[in-house]
């Protein structure tokens, strides 16, 4: 319990003082920039490898895949992201649950220091809820990612044709 309940302190601790940076940048907006400032999250993980699922016209729903790669010494997050090819744009993933895949919403997606978090059908996904458009293959959807400190990275990912993982194909 208290590693723990000391790893939550240094986090509030650590999103404080970015909380104070975040606010003293802004306040000498008018002033010349500080010459060594601490790279955004934005900056340090870059994303490999997107793309969307193609669906069939009608459908509602669809997902987007890529790998976050972070090349910072500081662990990172995703915290929320959006596109203008859905109303509404959520993180997910997939629990097992008795044999049973499921997705839930996450809040977050931890991408650790130099360490990489690959989203995959079947696992990690960002879900794309409330179609506006028909996703069709060789087209883009783009796709902002907001990281914990703010700070966006905008993805343009190619929507494909991917075959959803066979139902029991974990059993092999
Ligand atoms: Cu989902």
Do not use: W
């Amino acid at each position: 319990m208290k590693p723990l309940f000391r790893a939550a302190v240094l986090g509030v601790l650590i999103s404080l003082t970015a909380a104070c940076n975040a606010e003293n940048d802004a306040g000498k907006a008018a002033a010349p920039k500080a010459a060594a400032v601490a790279a955004k999250a934005a900056d340090s993980v870059k994303v490999e490898n997107p793309y969307a699922r193609a669906v069939p016209p009608g459908q509602p729903n669809s997902g987007a895949f890529m790998t976050f790669v972070n090349t910072g010494d500081v662990d990172h997050s995703v915290k929320s992201a959006a596109s203008p090819v859905a109303a509404t744009v959520e993180l997910h993933t997939h629990t097992n649950n008795n044999g049973v895949m499921e997705m839930r919403q996450i809040p977050q997606i931890d991408v650790p220091a130099k360490g990489r978090t690959e989203l995959a059908p079947g696992g990690l996904h960002i879900m794309l809820i409330g179609l506006k458009q028909d996703l069709k293959a060789g087209e883009n959807a783009q796709i902002t990612l907001s990281f914990e400190d703010g700070s966006t990275t905008v993805v343009n990912a190619p929507i494909k044709e991917v075959t959803p993982p066979a139902m029991g194909g974990m059993h092999h």
